[in-house]
C-alpha cells in the first residue's frame, strides 16, 4: 500500500513515521511513504504558496494552484485514489475508517497549513474530509500520521502476528483488557494468579470478563452497545451453524446493528458492504429492509423464505465447534514443516502475489493467508477473509487430491483456534465435493442454505 502525503513539511511526516514498526514496514517495501513538498509547486519566485484571503479576515491561506499541481504531480488518470484532506471540519477518525482505508492500494492525505486551503481545489479534488478530534492543531501533519499509523498497522504483514490486529481495543465493542510482564510482584502488586496457571481456557475468560469491566466503567456507551448486540447473538445460537458467520461476526467486532425487531434483526459490517438478515423464528415471513441499504452492499439472507426470488447465490454454513486443534495427521510437520506428504506451509507474502493474481484470486479480502508448497514449490492458498469466513481456497489443478487441501484447512484452523476463534466457511450448495472437505475436517454444516445478493440486482 502506497501513502503520499503532500505537505510544506516533508521531514516533519518522514521523520515521524519512518521509525519502529512502520519504519520496519517501510523497509521491508510492504508499505510506502512518499511526502511530497507543495512548495515545490509554487511558481513565485520566492516559493510562497500563501496569500491573503478575499473578504478579509486573519490569517494566510494556502492557494489553489500549488496544491492542485501536486495533488497532479502523483495522481495520474489510471490512479484516480482516494485524497483525504485533514481537517478539523471532517467527519471524525475512527477504527472502522481505517479499516476502510486499509483497503485502498493507494491514499493521499494533503495537510494544510495557516487558515486552511483555498476552497476550489478542494471542491475539485478531495475525496474525504476526516479529523482526528474536535481540537485544533498548527497544520494537518500530525492528523495524516496518527491516521497512516492506524491504516498502516491493518495491512498484512505489518503487524508480524496478523490476527492480533483484530483482538485489540475497539474490536468486538470491549475495551482490551489489563496486561502484565515480569516481574511478577513489582511495588508490592502481583500479577493476577489466573494468568500465571496456564490454562487457556481459564485466562481466556478472565481477559473477557476484564474487559467488560473495564468498558463499562470507560466507556459506557460502548458496553451498551456490546450488551445489545450479546442478546442477539445468544437469540441467533438458537441455530448456531446456520448463523455462525453472524456470531462470530458480532463476537470479532466486525458486526454491529442496523436494526431489530421480534421477528429478526439486520447487521452491518464494520466495511459496510454486507448487511446480514437474520429471523429469529424460521418461519417468519417478515422482511426487514434497512432504511440504509446501500445499493452497492451484498446481502445476505440468513432464512428459509428468501425475499430475493430465484437469483442469488446460495451457500451452507460450515462450522468447526470443536476446542480442541484438529489432529495434523501426517500433513505436514509442526510448525507446517515439510512432512512425509511432502507438503509444507508457510505464511503468504508478497513475493506470492502474482501466483495469486494468476489463480484469479483477491488479496485485499484476505487478513490473514497461507500458502502451501509441495516438494517445495508455491501450490495452494487459503485465507481468513475479512468477514472472518475461511475462504479463497485454491489448489493448482495438476495438484488435487494430494491432500494438499485438507492441509491447509486443518492449518488455518489451528491458527484460528489458537485465537479463539470459530472457524466457519461458506459452501456453494452445488459444490459437494468442497462441503465433504470441510465435514472430513470435523465441520457442521447446516442443513438450510443462507443467499447472498446485491440488491441492485434483485430488489
Ligand atoms: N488539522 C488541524 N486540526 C486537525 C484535526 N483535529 N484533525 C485533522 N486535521 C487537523
Redesign the pocket.
Given at each position: 500500500m502506497n501513502f503520499t502525503i503532500l505537505t510544506l513539511f516533508p521531514e516533519m511526516v518522514n521523520a515521524g513515521l519512518h521509525e519502529s514498526i512502520i519504519g520496519r514496514a517501510i523497509e521491508n517495501q510492504t508499505i510506502s511513504v512518499n511526502a511530497v513538498n507543495i512548495r515545490d509547486f509554487s511558481e513565485d519566485k520566492h516559493k510562497r504558496v500563501d496569500d491573503y484571503t478575499y473578504g478579509g479576515g486573519a490569517g494566510m491561506l494556502m492557494q489553489a494552484e500549488p496544491v492542485y499541481r501536486a495533488i497532479q504531480s502523483v495522481r495520474t488518470e489510471q490512479k484516480k485514489c482516494r485524497v483525504i484532506y485533514?481537517?478539523?471540519q471532517?467527519l471524525p477518525?475512527h477504527q472502522r475508517m481505517a479499516q476502510d482505508f486499509a483497503k485502498e492500494e493507494e491514499l493521499i492525505f494533503l495537510?494544510?497549513h495557516y487558515e486552511g486551503i483555498d476552497e476550489r481545489v478542494l471542491e475539485e479534488c478531495v475525496t474525504d474530509y476526516?479529523?482526528?478530534?474536535?481540537?485544533?492543531?498548527?497544520?494537518?501533519e500530525l492528523?495524516?500520521m496518527v491516521m497512516i499509523d492506524a491504516i498502516a498497522r491493518l495491512v498484512p504483514g505489518v503487524l508480524h502476528n496478523e490476527i492480533s490486529a483484530e483482538t485489540e481495543s475497539f474490536q468486538g465493542d470491549l475495551l482490551e483488557y489489563p496486561q502484565y510482564s515480569r516481574p511478577r510482584v513489582w511495588h508490592d502488586r502481583e500479577v493476577p494468579q489466573v494468568l500465571l496457571s496456564g490454562n487457556t481456557r481459564d485466562i481466556r475468560a478472565w481477559r473477557l470478563e476484564q474487559s467488560m469491566k473495564r468498558t463499562k466503567s470507560r466507556r459506557p456507551d460502548l458496553y451498551e452497545k456490546y450488551e445489545k448486540l450479546q442478546e442477539i447473538s445468544k437469540k441467533l445460537s438458537r441455530k448456531k451453524i446456520y448463523h455462525m458467520d453472524m456470531i462470530e461476526g458480532i463476537s470479532r467486532g466486525y458486526l454491529s446493528l442496523v436494526e431489530e425487531d421480534e421477528s429478526g434483526c439486520v447487521l452491518i459490517s464494520s466495511d459496510e458492504r454486507y448487511y446480514y438478515h437474520a429471523c429469529y423464528e424460521p418461519q417468519t415471513e417478515t422482511f426487514i429492509v434497512p432504511k440504509t441499504l446501500d445499493k452497492n452492499a451484498i446481502f445476505v439472507e440468513h432464512s428459509t423464505y428468501c425475499a430475493f426470488g430465484e437469483d442469488c447465490k446460495e451457500y451452507l454454513i460450515g462450522a468447526l465447534t470443536r476446542r480442541e486443534k484438529l489432529p495434523i495427521r501426517g500433513l505436514y510437520c509442526e510448525d507446517g514443516k515439510k512432512g512425509s506428504a511432502g507438503i509444507s506451509i508457510v505464511p503468504y507474502e508478497k513475493a506470492h502475489e502474482a501466483l495469486i493474481a494468476k489463480w484469479g484470486l483477491n488479496p485485499g479480502d484476505m487478513t490473514l493467508a497461507f500458502v502451501a508448497c509441495y516438494q517445495d514449490i508455491p501450490s495452494a492458498v487459503i485465507a481468513l477473509q475479512r468477514d472472518g469466513s475461511i475462504g479463497q481456497l485454491y489448489v493448482e489443478p495438476s495438484l488435487r487430491r494430494k491432500h494438499i487441501a485438507m492441509a491447509l484447512v486443518t492449518y488455518l484452523c489451528n491458527k484460528m483456534l489458537e485465537n479463539g476463534q470459530v472457524p466457519f466457511v461458506y459452501l456453494p450448495k452445488e459444490q459437494s465435493d468442497m462441503q465433504e472437505l470441510y465435514k472430513k475436517t470435523g465441520f457442521y454444516v447446516s442443513a438450510d442454505s443462507i443467499c447472498m445478493i446485491q440488491p441492485q440486482e434483485g430488489l
Open positions: 485533514v481537517t478539523p471532517g477518525f495537510c494544510g476526516v479529523s482526528i478530534g474536535d481540537y485544533v492543531l498548527t497544520g494537518g492528523a495524516a
